[in-house]
DNA sequence: CCCTATGTTCAACGTTTATCGAACTATTGA
DNA sequence: TCAATAGTTCGATAAACGTTGAACATAGGG
């Protein structure tokens, strides 16, 4: 269930731009994701994120702040959340670097 | 693409097996995972298996052995291999001994 | 040379999935 | 109180997925 949650691009890039709070606030809210997709499908992605235990929801007023459930994951999956998150940051960066380097080439 | 391919409970239990026979022979052939699924359904998963980079095939007269990519993974996705098996092990000991113990008991 | 064993490919199917817009709830601020 | 903001829920839709059986390919043994 975790690694299909996992599978998803949008879910995966929702985990790690949470996984980049940690340390600071480790929280965001959801409009923090509205670069991502719609509304109403982030919180399709917010449901499947919070049942298979990835995340966690504090509601405060009008928003929901989420956070990564890092202890629950590392204890039943050791391992498993830094090895995604840190692939994932190696893809972030290729995403990053290649299209960078055709626009400067084509100046 | 990896992670979708390792959600799938069939192939995770392939890729499981496959790992299980690393220092041994390093290869299983198609007729060691009928218990899983039928022919047709194994070669769906093979391929998506192979399309993915998971896994590698030999060719062998009738036969065809298959092996982890192991080292290709190990280098893209650092930790990663490990720590899905490490969780699928932990799942396949709950599985199995949950059942005993209520056999035992009931004899 | 045929027959069997091992796998793959193809077409069909039912199910699940992601996505969208519209309607809804609830909280905040004027 | 009224309007705006932040999210969720619902219904519909189109695409992707897993599963199956039948047909096909190919190698090995009698």
Redesign the interface.
């Known amino acids: 269930m975790v ?2 949650c ?2 998803d691009p949008i879910r ?1 890039a929702i985990v790690y731009q949470l996984a980049q709070q940690e340390g600071v606030s480790s929280e965001l809210c959801c409009g923090d994701f509205n670069g991502l997709a719609g509304k109403s499908n982030l919180a399709y992605h917010f449901a499947k994120l919070r049942e298979c235990g990835l995340m966690q929801t504090r509601v405060a007023g009008t928003n929901r702040f989420m956070r990564l459930r890092r202890e629950d994951l590392d204890a ?5 959340l ?3 998150i ?2 994932a940051a ?1 893809d972030a960066e290729r995403l990053q670097l290649l299209p960078e380097g055709e626009v400067v080439a084509a100046d």
């Open positions: 690694l299909d996992l599978s995966l039943r999956f050791p391992g498993l830094d090895a995604v840190k692939s190696k």
